[in-house]
């Protein structure tokens, strides 16, 4: 069995590793077949195929999109992606450019509570990451005593319904497939096990990711457990859905899955990396 992780971040985005060393664990690690999926943003790309070239490591270009469906953020990776390609490239700056607005508006939720300079602070955490996100206000209000750790900051402050969540409109989820399958990737739909929406809603998600051109399915991931990754497994062979291995790693001491420390498939399903490898 190859051993296979389609999903985990670097600096570039909200990791704490940078894309070389970040490559270089995953081979420490036995990964054979890595995607690096930064967060709205290929750049990281170009050191991680070096360093793959130099560990012997087959990289796969990826980046995981923000996506507002039905009011619920969602993400769907992009796998085996021409980075360059217009629409994609176009796409990914426009969800960039919109965080630095999401950021001020969180600063300034913080701010009302009494937490000043959090727009500075996340700053510095993003420093290097071409993008800024929760995570960096997290990583803040740790170092700043406010919580002891990044979980009890989401927890506390970050997530929906916590004060200092903002509302925030990312990409369509028929454009965000549409650019991946103009640069000639294959989606991926993250993590389904994470989004908190009814039955019906579910099903309806999928109906319309299919419909417009999702393909594959994360079902072995870090935020499953067991009976999710069943439930997934069951999902993808209804709708006929390539199915993905991803830690969704973000660094050492952050993330509960290393990279590379995920189980293999569940039987009777066809991996999305065949279309790599
Ligand atoms: P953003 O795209 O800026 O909204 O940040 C999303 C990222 O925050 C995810 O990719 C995770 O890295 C992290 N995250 C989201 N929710 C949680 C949570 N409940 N606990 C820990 N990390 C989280
Ligand atoms: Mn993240
Ligand atoms: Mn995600
Ligand atoms: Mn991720």
């Known amino acids: 069995m190859q051993r296979v992780d389609l999903h985990c971040h670097s600096s570039v ?41 130099e560990a012997g490591v087959r990289l796969v270009d990826g980046v995981e999109i923000s996506i507002t469906w039905e009011g619920t953020t969602l993400h769907v990776v992009g796998l085996g992606i021409r980075s360059t390609q217009p629409e994609l490239a176009q796409g990914l700056a426009a969800i960039r450019a919109g965080r630095w607005g999401r950021a001020q508006r969180i600063a300034s939720a913080l701010a009302r509570l009494g937490i ?3 727009q500075e602070g996340a700053a510095r955490q993003a420093c290097g990451a071409s993008i800024i996100g929760r995570t960096h206000f997290a990583r803040f209000l740790m170092e700043q005593g406010i919580t002891p750790d990044i979980q009890s900051a989401f927890d506390r402050y970050l997530t929906p319904g916590k004060p200092a969540y903002v509302e925030h409109r990312w990409a369509e989820l028929a454009d965000a497939v549409g650019w991946i399958r103009a640069a000639g990737g294959v989606a991926v739909l993250a993590h389904p096990g994470r989004y908190r929406v009814s039955s019906t809603a579910r099903k309806r998600l999928f109906d319309q990711y299919v419909a417009v ?46 990279v590379g420390s995920m189980p293999g498939l569940p039987e009777g399903l066809v991996p999305v990396w065949e279309r790599f490898v």
């Open 116 to 118: 000043d300079g959090a």
């Open 13 to 53: 985005s909200d990791g704490l590793l940078a894309p070389a060393a970040l490559v270089r664990r995953a081979a420490a690690n036995g990964v054979q077949v890595l995607a690096l999926t930064d967060h709205d943003d290929t750049a990281g790309l170009a050191e991680a195929r070096e360093a793959a070239a």
């Open 213 to 258: 051109g999702g393909e594959a399915v994360e079902v072995v991931s870090g935020a499953h457990g067991r009976n999710q990754q069943r439930d997934f497994a069951r999902v993808a062979r209804h709708y006929g859905l390539l199915a993905s291995v991803a830690s969704d790693f973000h660094g050492p001491g952050e993330s509960a899955h290393d």
